[in-house]
């Protein structure tokens, strides 16, 4: 089962900070937690819905914005993997040089 987080000023999910390594995200913080990435599970592409437009602010050039998707396995800073790990979605806007938690796989 997974959950998608709340949506915050037309954008779903939640802002977060990450360090990028070579292949994605290395680590990231949400709400004061430092988690680091065991193993990349999974990564895509995706565009915003076309037919949303106020979403995107009535902009054609947003048609082809597309954001890059990570699926990881994480687990917080200090915990052991074999017990505590979950399974995220990060997402990274280049447009608004902001990346965003927008998935928690339970």
Known sequence: MSRVLGEVA???GEEVQVERGPAGPAQFWR??????????????VE??????????GGASAD?????Q???I????????????AGVYDL???A????????RVHD
């Open 69 to 71: 998707v990570w699926r």
């Open 47 to 56: 565009t915003p819905p076309w037919w949303d437009a106020e979403m995107r």
């Open 31 to 44: 709400g004061g937690s430092r988690y680091v990435v065991g193993e990349l599970l999974d990564s895509w």
């Open 73 to 84: 396995e994480a687990v917080r800073a200090g915990r052991s993997r074999m017990s505590f």
């Open 10 to 12: 037309g954008r779903v």
């Open 95 to 102: 447009a608004a040089n902001r990346w965003w938690l927008v």
């Open 63 to 67: 048609l082809v914005a597309t954001q």
């Open 91 to 93: 997402s990274w806007d």
